[in-house]
């Protein structure tokens, strides 16, 4: 089957749905695919609640990201028997998780994010593809003139459009396309980047991690089967760790200095009470309550015997294989590991963590498969923090960042600024043995020049495949940036269309910019802060 579009977009993540959605309100036709049944990528099919700075209650976001998570607070209030106290709550948090001022179960991500689509579904602009992946691209020197993607069943279509968006998790389209683009670590020459390596190596890859949600039933026993690698697992102890992986005692990201975590599911602590602030406090040393993603107790008495734990923590980090730039039999063994990792993290939970009585297991842990949506009970797509990267007009390197290289107010301005974001410099264990890189950034402006591809003229990044490095992913690839890149590139490829021009000369020409900005504007689009503190 071959269908012709206005803007095709490859990926249903949070950037893909953003810019579904740009592009629909300038009424122009989309279609869209992703990979999985769910859209919203790492908010939903990989389970990881929202990573965001500390002013997303008061701006530093765009309009329509705000319009997203106005939606998931609306969805509880309507639906759920929340405490009065917590309905009347404007910043509601339904899991009181600590990592978020906005921690939820993806399952309602999902449904708002339907919402946010439906009408112009119904108006026949957007056409949505579940369960389509992308297996070919068709170049007619710089311009991207095809797309094939292929269902569950093999069977393929192919897609057209004026433009084409690679809003994937890990920038397939650049590689099907041989579209100019990086992987893994560039070398610390090419930038001049304080902690780039002296080597570049495409294969050196931040950590994979499949999520999984437990809750927690005391007396009970739902002990999984034990796992065929729990052996190696239990007994793995990286050289720069700080002894076991399978411990609740890890490095701390920004110190690397060794830390006792406790685990204590479903505490008396009303939640109402729980502050998410990272500039002040990481909230990673409490670990049921890091992520947690329904608190039992801003609901009804009796609504839910458990709260809802997803596991995201250093314990389930998979760096051993690179997923990137790798033949498909090292992909799906990087993929396989990375699950048997995570389910020998929840066997130990469930027989050998030590408790705070002093005996050891968690036996009452239980799998949430009905949370995450998948039949093994681990979020349906892998956490992918580091994607292909565009070689692009502009590249946003460490200096441009660094709260260290540029002063703690000090900002890096751009004149195409298209969004901003804010997040530490956050780059979780490599493939080649790297530890963590969490260091302190600044609150940073997204250039339109990192959306613009050096030579392809109609293919643009919608993800976290912009022109960053190896290094500045670490603070570009969360949750609100992902969806503002996606939304711009949305807008800039409907902008292109209906004025006849190129990204390129979008970008390039100050007058020409400053039209493309008054649209961004008029949507919502913050493009520079206020005065306030990287940390």
């Known amino acids: 089957m071959a269908a012709s579009t206005d803007v095709v977009i490859i990926g249903g993540g949070l950037g893909g749905v953003a810019a579904a959605l740009a592009v629909c309100r300038a009424g122009r036709r989309v279609v869209l695919t992703e990979e999985t049944d769910w859209l919203g990528g790492q908010l939903t099919s990989q389970a990881v609640p929202p990573d965001e700075h500390p002013w997303v209650e008061q701006f530093g976001v765009t309009a329509a990201y705000r319009s997203l998570r106005d939606g998931i607070r609306d969805y509880y209030r309507r639906h759920y028997p929340l405490r009065p106290e917590a309905a009347a ?25 339907d919402q946010l689509l439906a009408p112009y579904r119904s108006a026949g602009l957007l056409t949505v593809l579940t369960e389509h992946r992308p297996v070919a691209v068709t170049m007619d020197g710089d311009t991207c003139a095809a797309v094939t993607v292929a269902d569950r069943d093999g069977v393929t279509h192919t897609l057209t459009g004026g433009y084409v968006l690679d809003a994937t998790e890990t920038g397939e389209l650049l590689a099907l396309g041989g579209v100019e683009h990086v992987t893994g670590a560039e070398s610390r020459a090419e930038h001049g980047e304080p902690h780039a390596p002296e080597q570049a190596d495409p294969l050196n890859q931040q950590g994979i991690t499949f999520c999984f949600a437990v809750s927690h039933h005391a007396g009970e026993d739902h002990t999984i089967p034990r796992p065929e690698r729990y052996d190696f697992w239990r007994s793995y102890a990286p050289e720069f760790w700080t002894g076991p992986l399978l411990s609740l005692t890890a490095p701390d990201p920004r110190t690397l200095e060794a830390g006792t975590r406790s685990f204590e599911p479903n505490p008396d602590q009303d939640p109402l009470a729980v502050s998410a602030d990272q500039s002040a406090d990481a909230g990673d ?31 389930n980090d998979y760096w051993l294989t690179p997923l990137v730039g790798v033949d498909d039999a090292t992909r799906d063994h990087a993929l396989a590991e990375a699950r048997q990792l995570s389910l020998s993290v929840l066997y130990w939970l469930q027989t050998e963590a030590p408790r705070p009585d002093g005996g050891t297991g968690f036996p009452g842990l239980r799998l949430r498969p009905d949370v995450t949506g998948s039949a093994d009970g681990l979020a349906k797509a892998a956490y992918v923090r580091e994607s292909r990267r565009i070689r692009a007009v502009t590249t946003v390197i460490e200096q441009h960042v660094s709260a260290a290289i540029v002063g703690g107010t000090g900002r890096t301005r751009y004149p195409d600024s298209v969004g901003v974001g804010s997040y530490r410099i956050d780059l979780h264990p490599s493939t080649a043995g790297d530890h963590y890189i969490d260091v302190a950034s600044v609150p940073f402006e997204i250039p339109l020049g990192a959306l613009v591809p050096v030579r392809v003229t109609n293919l643009l990044p919608a993800g976290k495949n912009i022109g960053t490095t190896h290094i500045t992913n670490g603070c570009y690839r969360l949750h609100p940036v992902e969806w503002n890149v996606g939304e711009v590139a949305g807008a800039l490829a409907a902008h292109c269309l209906g004025r006849g021009l190129t990204p390129r000369e979008v970008q390039a020409d100050p007058d020409r910019f400053a039209d493309f900005a008054a649209v961004l504007d008029a949507q919502g689009v913050e493009r520079h802060w206020p005065e306030v503190q990287g940390y």
């Open 285 to 315: 040393k409490e670990l049921w309550g890091f992520r947690r993603i329904l608190a039992r107790k801003l609901f009804a008495d009796g609504a839910f015997a458990s709260d809802i734990c997803l596991v995201n923590w250093p314990l």
């Open 89 to 113: 709550d404007p910043r509601l948090n339904p899991g009181a998780g600590r990592v978020s001022k906005l921690c939820h179960e993806p399952r309602v991500a999902v449904a708002v994010i």
